[in-house]
Protein backbone atom coordinates (compact mmCIF):
# COMPACT_ATOMS: atom_id res chain seq x y z
CA UNK A 1 0.00 0.00 0.00
CA UNK A 2 1.59 3.34 -0.81
CA UNK A 3 1.26 6.59 1.61
CA UNK A 4 1.69 10.09 0.70
CA UNK A 5 1.79 12.97 2.96
CA UNK A 6 1.97 16.53 2.05
CA UNK A 7 3.27 19.34 3.66
CA UNK A 8 4.23 22.80 3.64
CA UNK A 9 1.15 24.56 3.06
CA UNK A 10 -0.31 27.73 4.97
CA UNK A 11 -1.11 31.21 4.39
CA UNK A 12 0.90 33.78 2.51
CA UNK A 13 0.90 37.22 0.84
CA UNK A 14 0.92 37.60 -2.60
CA UNK A 15 4.39 37.66 -4.15
CA UNK A 16 5.22 35.31 -1.04
CA UNK A 17 7.04 31.91 -1.32
CA UNK A 18 5.81 28.14 -0.41
CA UNK A 19 7.42 24.77 -0.68
CA UNK A 20 5.29 21.72 -0.73
CA UNK A 21 6.69 18.39 0.37
CA UNK A 22 5.41 14.64 -0.19
CA UNK A 23 7.11 11.89 1.43
CA UNK A 24 5.96 8.66 0.00
CA UNK A 25 6.03 5.10 1.16
CA UNK A 26 5.50 1.66 0.48
CA UNK A 27 6.43 1.25 -2.98
CA UNK A 28 9.67 1.93 -4.61
CA UNK A 29 9.82 5.60 -5.69
CA UNK A 30 12.24 5.81 -8.08
CA UNK A 31 10.25 4.13 -10.70
CA UNK A 32 7.23 5.95 -10.37
CA UNK A 33 6.36 9.41 -11.69
CA UNK A 34 5.10 11.92 -9.70
CA UNK A 35 2.43 14.80 -9.97
CA UNK A 36 0.83 17.86 -8.55
CA UNK A 37 -2.71 19.09 -9.03
CA UNK A 38 -4.64 21.60 -7.03
CA UNK A 39 -8.67 21.88 -6.70
CA UNK A 40 -10.62 24.56 -5.26
CA UNK A 41 -14.55 24.19 -3.95
CA UNK A 42 -16.94 23.50 -7.18
CA UNK A 43 -14.05 22.85 -9.62
CA UNK A 44 -12.39 19.59 -10.95
CA UNK A 45 -9.33 18.96 -10.19
CA UNK A 46 -6.35 20.90 -12.12
CA UNK A 47 -2.91 19.99 -12.90
CA UNK A 48 -0.18 21.81 -11.89
CA UNK A 49 3.37 19.98 -12.04
CA UNK A 50 4.85 16.41 -13.14
CA UNK A 51 8.22 14.97 -12.49
CA UNK A 52 9.80 12.12 -14.93
CA UNK A 53 11.03 8.38 -12.44
CA UNK A 54 14.31 10.09 -12.90
CA UNK A 55 13.24 13.94 -12.54
CA UNK A 56 15.01 14.10 -15.87
CA UNK A 57 11.88 15.78 -17.26
CA UNK A 58 9.28 18.34 -15.87
CA UNK A 59 5.90 19.97 -17.75
CA UNK A 60 3.99 22.38 -15.91
CA UNK A 61 0.70 23.98 -16.32
CA UNK A 62 0.82 27.29 -18.20
CA UNK A 63 -0.46 29.19 -15.24
CA UNK A 64 2.61 28.28 -12.76
CA UNK A 65 4.95 28.22 -15.80
CA UNK A 66 8.12 30.05 -14.44
CA UNK A 67 6.57 30.69 -11.06
CA UNK A 68 6.69 27.30 -9.89
CA UNK A 69 9.02 24.52 -9.67
CA UNK A 70 8.52 20.36 -9.20
CA UNK A 71 11.52 18.35 -7.92
CA UNK A 72 12.46 14.92 -6.59
CA UNK A 73 14.80 13.22 -4.37
CA UNK A 74 15.01 9.33 -4.93
CA UNK A 75 17.21 8.94 -2.07
CA UNK A 76 14.59 10.54 0.45
CA UNK A 77 11.47 9.30 -1.27
CA UNK A 78 10.05 13.13 -1.71
CA UNK A 79 8.65 15.08 -4.37
CA UNK A 80 8.72 19.18 -3.65
CA UNK A 81 6.85 22.12 -5.39
CA UNK A 82 8.76 25.77 -5.16
CA UNK A 83 5.63 28.08 -5.59
CA UNK A 84 7.27 31.57 -5.82
CA UNK A 85 5.28 34.85 -7.14
CA UNK A 86 2.90 33.38 -5.20
CA UNK A 87 -0.78 34.99 -6.57
CA UNK A 88 -4.33 34.71 -5.21
CA UNK A 89 -5.59 32.54 -7.96
CA UNK A 90 -3.01 29.95 -6.57
CA UNK A 91 -5.17 29.27 -3.36
CA UNK A 92 -6.35 25.47 -3.40
CA UNK A 93 -5.83 22.36 -1.87
CA UNK A 94 -2.88 21.04 -2.85
CA UNK A 95 -2.43 17.22 -3.62
CA UNK A 96 0.74 14.81 -4.53
CA UNK A 97 0.28 11.84 -6.70
CA UNK A 98 2.27 8.80 -7.50
CA UNK A 99 1.59 6.81 -11.02
CA UNK A 100 3.74 3.80 -12.26
CA UNK A 101 1.45 2.72 -15.26
CA UNK A 102 3.51 1.00 -18.17
CA UNK A 103 4.80 2.92 -20.73
CA UNK A 104 4.19 6.28 -19.30
CA UNK A 105 7.12 8.38 -18.28
CA UNK A 106 5.36 11.45 -17.44
CA UNK A 107 1.83 12.39 -17.48
CA UNK A 108 -0.15 15.26 -16.78
CA UNK A 109 -3.40 13.21 -16.77
CA UNK A 110 -5.17 12.86 -13.63
CA UNK A 111 -6.28 9.64 -15.00
CA UNK A 112 -2.91 7.84 -14.94
CA UNK A 113 -1.94 8.62 -11.14
CA UNK A 114 -2.70 5.09 -8.94
CA UNK A 115 -2.07 6.94 -5.40
CA UNK A 116 -2.68 10.04 -4.25
CA UNK A 117 -1.89 12.53 -1.17
CA UNK A 118 -4.50 14.02 1.77
CA UNK A 119 -3.97 17.41 0.10
CA UNK A 120 -2.61 20.35 1.76
CA UNK A 121 -4.08 23.98 1.70
CA UNK A 122 -2.56 26.85 0.59
CA UNK A 123 -4.13 30.37 0.72
CA UNK A 124 -2.60 33.58 -1.09
CA UNK A 125 -4.15 36.73 0.87
CA UNK A 126 -3.95 39.82 -1.72
Known amino acids: QVQLVESGGGLVQTGDSLRLSCAAS????????MGWFRQTPGKEREFVAAISRSGGNTVYADSVKGRFTISRDNAKNTVYLQMNSLKPEDTAVYYC???????????????????WGQGTQVTVSS
Open 97 to 115: ALGSAVGVYISSNANTYEY
Open 26 to 33: GRTFSSSY
